[in-house]
């Protein structure tokens, strides 16, 4: 089944304990991407990666780490955690082929609490 | 910069009947992508259409039509004879053809469908 998953599903933490989100795709995308949804603001892209080895900042990108070693996975890094961060975190992929941008699929949503 | 407005926040509607959900967006590109996503109260993200700057033609799935007009820069979203499991919030974004590929959201209009 073609899908995005993510880990963990749900996390509460302290404030500068570091964390990794893990992000995995099955559908061999070169496209990867964090959003974060806080509400009334919406999604807002944390990074995004274009393929292996080439990431890029979003519009909210202080405070989070992404790497991209291998095509399938994109971790999410928060060094030292805030409250501010506290929110709804989503992992996206998709096909770019030549630049031209197709469907993003999302996984499930990583439901972050920083205390 | 792009931008994504969509100015309902909450529309309430009684089951059957029709609603339309706003989108009208904002790019200096001439090539660019819209998509509308449902999320349901579940949470998860997902895609319901995709429609590239030089498709102007409405669409059509079932219940759901869309309606690109390039003239007043919008991609509206009607839902015939609305059912409770429409009740959702709905995101139109916009992504463009220009090396990198972030979607940009708006806030999402939240549907309930009273039965």
């Known amino acids: 089944e073609a899908q995005v998953t993510q880990n963990p599903r749900y996390l509460i933490t302290v404030t500068g304990k570091k964390l990794t989100v893990t992000c995995s795709q099955n559908m061999n995308h070169e496209y990867m991407s964090w959003y974060r949804q806080d509400p009334g603001l919406g999604l807002r892209q944390i990074y995004y990666s274009m393929n292996v080895e080439v990431t890029d900042k979003g519009d909210v990108p202080e405070g989070y780490k992404v790497s991209r070693k291998e095509k399938r996975n994109f971790p999410l890094i928060l060094e030292s955690p805030s409250p501010n961060q506290t929110s709804l975190y989503f992992c996206?992929?998709?096909?770019?082929?030549?630049?031209?941008?197709?469907?993003?699929?999302f996984g499930p949503g990583t439901r972050l609490t920083v205390t | 910069a792009q931008k994504v407005t969509q100015a309902q926040t909450e529309i309430s509607v009684v089951e059957k009947e029709d609603v339309t959900l706003d989108c009208v967006y904002e790019?200096?590109?001439?090539?660019?992508?819209l998509f509308w996503y449902k999320q349901p109260p579940s949470g998860e993200l997902v895609f319901l259409i995709r429609r590239n700057s030089f498709d102007e033609q409405n669409e059509i799935s079932g219940r759901y039509s869309w309606n690109f007009q390039k003239s007043t820069s919008s991609f509206n979203f009607t839902i015939t004879a609305s059912q409770v499991v429409d009740s959702a919030v709905y995101f139109c974004a916009l992504t463009t053809n220009s090396g990198n590929t972030p979607l940009v959201f708006g806030k999402g209009t939240r549907l309930s469908v009273i039965a």
């Open positions: 996206a992929s998709s096909l770019s082929v030549t630049g031209v941008p197709y469907e993003q699929y």
């Open positions: 790019t200096r590109d001439t090539t660019y992508y």
